[in-house]
């Protein structure tokens, strides 16, 4: 069974994830630890759980998803996935940042391509599903054994992700959240990029931007 705890991070309060088996491998989704206290609050959780870190995967490369990639790869030795098709802007990650008045000198580098399919967290599969429209390669991660979806940012509570930014389009995006969140049992609980959980149902029935 997978156990994970979210954590807020940075100025775009972006919820970072660490999921974790029996076996206290784990992986670190989206981190979004902005500066030496944040970094310190992830870390300080996975030497209390003596958890041994595997890899970063991002379910999209925007800056306030990769702000703690550097810190994390230091540390633990580990590499950092995302889709393909988010390399332009995990690579831009640096020039955004400046745009926002931050400080972000590098942008991280990827280590390999996350695709649609199966990862395997020891003997717990994790589905990765392909959900562009926010970002041009956004994925989210389904793990249905425990009922949940890490979906970054392509559906809030009663609300969708931004599609302004560059690589954004409105109509694929709701495609994706039609054709790639909604066929999961309703029950499924939708832990988003930011703000707080809801459910696929919850979002089905009342999510003002898919009637």
């Known amino acids: 069974m997978l156990h994970i705890q979210g954590f807020t991070f940075n100025p775009f309060q972006e919820n970072t994830y660490i999921i974790y088996n029996d076996n206290k491998h784990c992986w670190i989704i989206d981190p979004g630890m902005y500066d030496a206290h944040e970094e310190q ?10 958890l041994i870190p595997q890899q970063i995967i991002n379910t999209h490369g925007h800056i306030d998803h990769v702000f703690g990639i550097d810190s994390l ?3 633990y030795k580990i590499r950092f996935g995302v889709h393909q098709a988010d390399e332009p ?4 990650a640096a020039n955004s940042a400046a745009m926002f008045g931050l400080k972000f000198p590098v942008s991280p580098q990827p280590d390999f ?3 649609p399919g199966i990862l395997q967290l020891g ?3 994790v589905q990765v599903l392909f959900v562009p429209g ?11 054994e425990g009922e949940w979806v890490i979906g970054g940012d392509v559906l ?4 969708i992700g931004r599609t302004d930014l560059p690589g954004g389009n409105l109509d694929t995006l709701l495609e994706s959240i039609r054709t790639q969140l909604f066929v999961l049992p309703e029950n499924t609980l939708v832990l988003s990029g930011h ?9 089905k029935q009342s999510n003002p931007f898919l009637h």
């Open 41 to 50: 609050v992830l870390f300080d959780f996975i030497s209390k759980h003596e």
């Open 73 to 75: 790869k230091q540390k």
């Open 89 to 92: 802007i995990v690579r831009n």
């Open 113 to 115: 391509w996350i695709e």
């Open 123 to 125: 003997d717990e599969a």
């Open 134 to 144: 926010h970002s041009p390669g956004s994925v989210a991660f389904y793990y249905p």
């Open 156 to 159: 809030f509570r009663q609300s």
């Open 195 to 203: 703000g707080d959980p809801t459910t696929i149902g919850e979002e």
